[in-house]
């Protein structure tokens, strides 16, 4: 497979979601790193995805949503998500909720809930717009190394196993989303990253 790096105009994009509608990966921007995507509702496009990366099968995918509508299509929305949604989303946070039957367990490797994270990214949010459904999306490496923060790096890790990288340039924080999990009655934060955990607690302590 040759690998382009295409430039984000409307045009890629639409091309990049005609790839994600047909069950194919792509790999593009959000605010913290590059994303390899494919439809989050189709089983064999993420499959695609656990294939590129050489990443092990039970690891849960998040998935990447464009609006609040998309999110009450996938998963349970509790108070607490609410107002981390309305506080940090679009941002750098991805929220554990349980997930509604849509989601094949496959897609959350055999887990109750999913991850979703409303990138503050206007290609990603474009490429999910134009593709109608949530985007599994992790970080576009191969498993093991560090994720991508340009097209350029992540062309060094996926040459000749993705089709398209859309470049759209450096991205701002560099450093994955934080994690929080709210599918118990304490919220845990699991991964920290670009927004602060102590923020995060804060707010939802308010």
Do not use: W
């Not at 497979?1 to 990049?16: H, V």
């Not at 099968?57 to 299509?73: C, F, G, N, Q, T």
């Not at 607490?80 to 897609?107: R, Y």
């Not at 109750?112 to 599994?136: E, T």
């Amino acid at each position: 497979m040759r690998t382009e790096i295409l430039q984000a105009t409307e045009k890629n994009l639409l091309r990049a979601a005609e790839l994600i509608k047909i069950g194919e990966i792509v790999a593009f921007p959000t605010e913290t790193v590059y994303g390899l995507g494919a439809d989050g509702l189709n089983v064999e496009a993420c499959r695609k995805i656990f294939s590129a990366k050489g990443r092990p099968s039970d690891k849960p995918l998040s998935l990447h949503v464009a609006s609040l509508e998309m999110v009450e299509r996938i998963a349970k929305i509790s108070a607490q998500a609410e107002k981390l949604f309305a506080a940090f989303c679009p941002g750098a946070l991805t929220i554990i909720l349980p997930k509604n039957k849509i989601v094949s367990d496959f897609v959350t490797g055999g887990l109750p809930s999913v991850g979703i994270r409303f990138p503050a990214n206007d290609v990603a949010l474009a490429l999910i717009k134009l593709s109608g459904v949530p985007i599994a999306a992790p970080s576009a490496n191969l498993s093991g190394c560090s994720p991508p923060t340009n097209a350029q790096e992540v062309f060094k890790n996926l040459s000749g196993r993705v089709e398209i990288i859309l470049d759209g340039g450096q991205c701002r924080f560099g450093i994955s989303s934080t994690i929080i999990d709210l599918t118990s009655s304490e919220p845990k934060i699991l991964r920290r990253g670009a927004i602060p955990a102590e923020k995060i607690m804060q707010l939802l302590k308010s």
